[in-house]
């Protein structure tokens, strides 16, 4: 029945709740604070789509190549990391390459916005985090149905094609006010606290 039924949050680590020193954090990470930040996630993603989207990057416009870096953090061994590691050295950006890491919340803190598929849990960190979104390669089902929600509230966009991955990052970019009133949204649908409502509900229950 529905009084049964407490809709608390997807939990996650209430470290993507914390709110980080921006600068401090990308100087220490070897990133420059002052750069136009994407965070590229890669997850249970195939490789190929991650190939074909950096590939298109190799034709970012100068102004954008200048002001952006990115990170990819691959979520793979060596292999896959290496591999996409060759792509990213011929994009006219800095970028680096990253394989299974440890502190996401750290890498969402320095990033204007994360490139993702719209899991549920990818999803609830960055909205811990207040990190504007960019969906690729849903997957039928839940996930179109995250993809939907969160646009529909403003902390997201699909984009289909590598081509519209540019452009969505083009218009971000130079637009600040955009990327101010996403985080906002992300922020207002955050449940940082999910975790320990769940374990609140469960001590009361016993």
Do not use: Y
């Not at 549920?120 to 849903?138: N, W, Y």
């Not at 600040?176 to 649908?189: F, G, W």
């Amino acid at each position: 029945s529905a009084e049964r039924i407490s809709a608390v949050g997807i939990p996650v680590s209430l470290r993507f709740a914390r709110r980080f020193d921006r600068a401090e954090v990308a100087k220490r990470l070897g990133f420059d604070p002052a750069r136009f930040t994407v965070l590229v996630v890669g997850g249970v993603l195939q490789v190929e789509p991650l190939e074909r989207m950096l590939r298109s990057w190799r034709r970012l416009s100068g102004h954008l190549a200048a002001r952006m870096q990115l990170i990819v953090a691959s979520g793979s061994g060596d292999e896959r990391a290496r591999r996409l590691e060759r792509f990213a050295q011929a994009l006219p950006l800095p970028s680096r390459v990253l394989g299974v890491v440890e502190n996401m919340e750290e890498l969402m803190a320095v990033s204007d916005c994360i490139i993702t598929k719209p899991g549920g849990l990818i999803t609830s960190e960055a909205l811990g985090a207040s990190l504007p979104m960019l969906f690729i390669s849903p997957i039928p089902g839940q996930e179109m149905a995250n993809l939907h929600f969160l646009q529909g509230e403003g902390v997201g966009r699909w984009v289909r094609r590598s081509a519209e991955v540019r452009a969505e990052l083009e218009r971000l970019c130079q637009d600040p006010r955009e990327l101010v009133a996403m985080r906002r949204q992300a922020a207002r649908l955050a449940r940082p606290d999910a975790a320990r409502a769940v374990a609140r509900m469960a001590l009361d229950a016993n």
